[in-house]
């Protein structure tokens, strides 16, 4: 069993940055591949972006390629959704998740997930 926390949401304004952390309770969290995704009022839940168990590999929907980055500590059990020149349009929950084979964006295809935190962008 897999517990997540996501922390670090919050307000912030257009063209800003704001970093969200996710921590795993489990004893092997360099098994499993973490991913970040999203869900805006109304709206399905979405990719956003994926890590593999090392980190070596990392997968991010085109909306947020190149304002984004995903990165993980392992020794920290801690993975982490770095965000720039944020747009209104990232306003949602984030929720990270966790799965131990192949890197893939299908939210059906995650195991483990946290309880989200919100993230609100003002134009």
């Known amino acids: 069993q897999v517990q997540l926390v996501e922390s670090g949401g919050g307000l912030v304004q257009a063209g800003g940055s704001l970093r969200v952390s996710c921590a795993a309770s489990?004893?092997?969290?360099?098994?499993?591949?973490m991913g970040w995704f999203r869900q805006a009022p109304g709206k399905e839940r979405e990719f956003v972006a994926a890590?593999?168990?090392?980190?070596?590999?990392?997968y991010y929907a085109d909306s947020v390629k190149g304002r984004f980055t995903i990165s993980r500590d392992n020794a920290k059990n801690t993975v982490y959704l770095q965000m720039n020149s944020l747009k209104p349009e990232d306003t949602a929950v984030y929720y990270c998740?966790?799965?131990?084979?192949?890197?893939?964006?299908?939210?059906?295809?995650?195991?483990?997930w946290g309880q989200g935190t919100q993230v609100t962008v003002s134009s």
């Open positions: 998740a966790a799965r131990q084979l192949g890197l893939v964006t299908d939210t059906s295809k995650y195991d483990y």
């Open positions: 489990v004893v092997t969290f360099d098994i499993y591949i």
């Open positions: 890590i593999s168990q090392n980190g070596g590999s990392r």
